[in-house]
C-alpha cells in the first residue's frame, strides 16, 4: 500500500513560482508511474502532468507546457512539479496520484492518491 503526501502549496502572484512536491511511503516507489492532477473549485479533477517510472518519459496538459516540470527522485521516494509562470486559472488543489501498471491521463487509472495541496494564483 503506497501512501502519498503532498506539501508546497501556497498564495503566489501571477507570474510567481513553486515547487509542489509528494512523499511516498511505501515498497518499490521507483516501480510506480506518477502523476499530477488538479481540480479547481466546481471542476472536475483534470490532469496537469505524468513521469513514467520506465523510462522517466514525461507528459503535460498543453496548458501548462513550458511552465511546468514533473521529475522524480527515487531515493528519496519523492516526485516534484515545478511551477513557473503562474496564472490565475492554475488556482486549484494539486493532488498527486501513482499506478503500477498505468501511465495514463485519465484519474480513473491511478490507485493511490494523496490527499492536496492548495495553490492559489493571485492577479
Known amino acids: 500500500q503506497l501512501q502519498l503526501v503532498e506539501s508546497g502549496g501556497g498564495l503566489v502572484q501571477a507570474g510567481g513560482s513553486l515547487r509542489l512536491s509528494c512523499a511516498a511511503s511505501?515498497?518499490?516507489?521507483?516501480?510506480?508511474?506518477m502523476a499530477w492532477f488538479r481540480q479547481a473549485p466546481g471542476k472536475e479533477r483534470e490532469f496537469v502532468a505524468a513521469?513514467?517510472?520506465?523510462?522517466?518519459?514525461?507528459y503535460y496538459t498543453d496548458s501548462v507546457k513550458g511552465r511546468f516540470t514533473i521529475s522524480r527522485d527515487n531515493a528519496k521516494n519523492t516526485v516534484y512539479l515545478q511551477m513557473n509562470s503562474l496564472k490565475p486559472e492554475d488556482t486549484a488543489v494539486y493532488y498527486c496520484?501513482?499506478?503500477?501498471?498505468?501511465?495514463?491521463?485519465?484519474?480513473?487509472?491511478?490507485?493511490?492518491w494523496g490527499q492536496g495541496t492548495q495553490v492559489t494564483v493571485s492577479s
Open positions: 511505501g515498497p518499490t516507489f521507483s516501480r510506480y508511474h
Open positions: 496520484a501513482a499506478d503500477t501498471k498505468y501511465y495514463s491521463v485519465s484519474r480513473l487509472a491511478y490507485d493511490y
Open positions: 513521469i513514467k517510472w520506465t523510462d522517466y518519459n514525461t
